[in-house]
């Protein structure tokens, strides 16, 4: 059996910026704050995460009930940035990789910082969802590793099976997607298809780095386990 993690942005789709657009937003309309997440580097951190840095820099509260506010504005204009968004795209290789692991012995499911509400309305364009019925999300934990641990929690409940770490593969486009991955004991792929190149993905301790699941595709395969 195995469970394979898949983070979602620059790893399963792009949204053109959607997020970012949504969480500016939600700062103008909470702080009257302008691009309040320029300087905020959001690749691979958790939404909450995010939101704690960019309450940071600019001097304001960030506490639970200040978060939810910021939280309850983003997704509301998330779902409008999403739609308008005129580059969002499904990344080159997905569908078809998603249609080839409908399989019995594979598992899939989400290891992604972005909160479960948000992770849904960006899949939700690109007709994802369905592939993923459980996961772990920014609004489990602001950590990454605990992120991919209740994923994988998860993934065995719902298969109603232990499943072996070294059968568990967490896949993202940053650095700290491999690094959770191995904090939490998992093997890792890393796509090159964000911001990172192969190169600093290698370094981070990836077993496997493919350019995307186009042309990368037999190699993910093989390195899971799955030809």
Not at 48 to 55: K, L, N
Not at 200 to 218: K, Q, S, W, Y
Request: charged letters at 25%; aromatic letters at 8%.
């Amino acid at each position: 059996m195995k469970l394979l993690l898949f983070d979602i942005d620059m790893t399963l789709v792009s949204t053109g910026g959607a997020g970012i657009r949504a969480l500016d937003r939600a700062f103008d309309a909470v702080f009257g704050l302008a691009d309040a997440l320029e300087g905020v580097r959001p690749h691979g951190k958790t939404d909450p995460a995010i939101i704690r840095e960019a309450c940071a820099n600019h001097g304001v509260e960030d506490g639970p009930a200040t978060r939810q506010r910021i939280l309850g504005y983003y997704l509301r204009f998330l779902e409008t940035e999403v739609g308008e968004s005129e580059t969002y795209r499904v990344l080159p290789g997905v569908l078809d990789l998603l249609g080839y692991l409908r399989a019995p012995d594979v598992v899939l499911g989400l290891a992604t910082g972005n909160v479960e509400a948000g992770a849904r309305i960006k899949l939700a364009r690109g007709r994802l969802n369905p592939h993923f019925l459980f996961g772990g999300f920014g609004s489990d934990s602001e950590d990454r590793s605990e992120v991919v641990r209740t994923a994988a929690r998860r993934g065995q409940a719902w298969r109603g099976q232990p499943i072996a770490p070294h059968e568990t593969w967490v896949i993202g486009d940053t650095p700290m997607d491999i690094e959770a991955g191995r904090a939490a004991g998992f093997n890792t792929i890393a796509v090159a298809t964000g911001t990172y190149g192969a190169d600093e993905l290698d370094e981070a301790g990836a077993d496997c780095v493919i350019p995307d699941f186009l042309t990368g595709r037999d190699q993910f395969l093989r390195s899971t386990g799955i030809e």
